[in-house]
């Protein structure tokens, strides 16, 4: 059995909510495991059923061997992070990381030793007298962290722990924190709707919509393969280009022609005439090539310094192209372009789901 296991794991809430529709999945010790998807799809919910803030409506939770699903919150061995910082005002940064270990009943020596251990390693030392209100953002995420990790629990809960900060500081922190858990190796659920922040932390996404669970796999398994249109399109930036059309042959030759023009594009995958599929290419496998089968008119040429993004509007709709940075094409400009054949991937077009 694996570290953290959920079993057809499910909450209604009172007022007939289904957040978390029955979700499956089986998470190893010391893994990073990041909740990612749009906002209400169930991210929270699921992590507050692991920490114990909810009780599941139906299925399991097991932790660490343990089944956990009607645990009290105390009894999980969790350190939880949340967006805000939810530090006590009142209380000095000591005390605020201290509190864990106080409520525990752990002796004073002890405690005080883990403390000055633990302030060290966040660089907090000097900060310990100090009152949360004389601290900035980053600083006070990273006593909520010290507060979390003091404890050494089994399993670190982490509620977008970055939403509040500005951008560098989030660069920062997200470091940090992805440091701080390679050190540790302590097992790690973290929810954001960032996709960028998943890909960068994560040993493993979960990739959640609507209360379900469309694909669990490592950052680059999820950009590479989406399981589905959703996670083609959620992950990555730009996300997937979409081509929606249907298969058809001439000369043993597969092409898929496009819905509402007479544009078509070769296929060398395994379908067949007739089937409606969409064709996912990723923004950085679209090549200018004079030789190539699709004309695409520049709509719109961003500068991002190390790289261009390039919009085109081509007989399958709008694309995105990700060109090098000297590629100053102007606009109304007409590029034929061509795909990289092992990036190319079809999907149903009624399913969504990858072929
Ligand atoms: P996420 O974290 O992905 O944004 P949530 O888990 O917070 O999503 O919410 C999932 C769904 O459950 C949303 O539709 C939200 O409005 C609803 N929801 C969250 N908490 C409650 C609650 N206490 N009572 C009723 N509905 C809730």
Redesign the pocket.
Known sequence: MSFLTFSDLE?T???G?H??KGINAEIEKGEFIV?L????????????MIAGL?IATAGSISMDTVDSTNLRPGDRDIGFVFQFYALYPHMSVKENILFPLVSAGIPKDEANKRLLELAKRLGLTDMLKRKPTQLSGGDQQRVSLARAMIRNPKFYLM?EPLGTLDADRRQEMAEYIKQQQIEMAVTTIY?T?DQEEAMSLADRIIV?KD?LIQQIGKPNDVYDNPANLFVANFVGSPGMNQLKGSVSEKDGQLFLKAENSDCSVTLTENVKPGDEVVLGIRSEFIHADKNGDLEGTVTMNEYQGAYRIIHMETGFGNIIMRADASADYQLEEKIMLSFNPQHTRLFDTVSGELI
């Open positions: 909450m809430y009172p007022d909510t957040a978390v909740l998807g749009p906002s209400g799809c169930g991210k929270t919910t699921t992590l507050r909810e509620d929810v709707h959640m209360g």
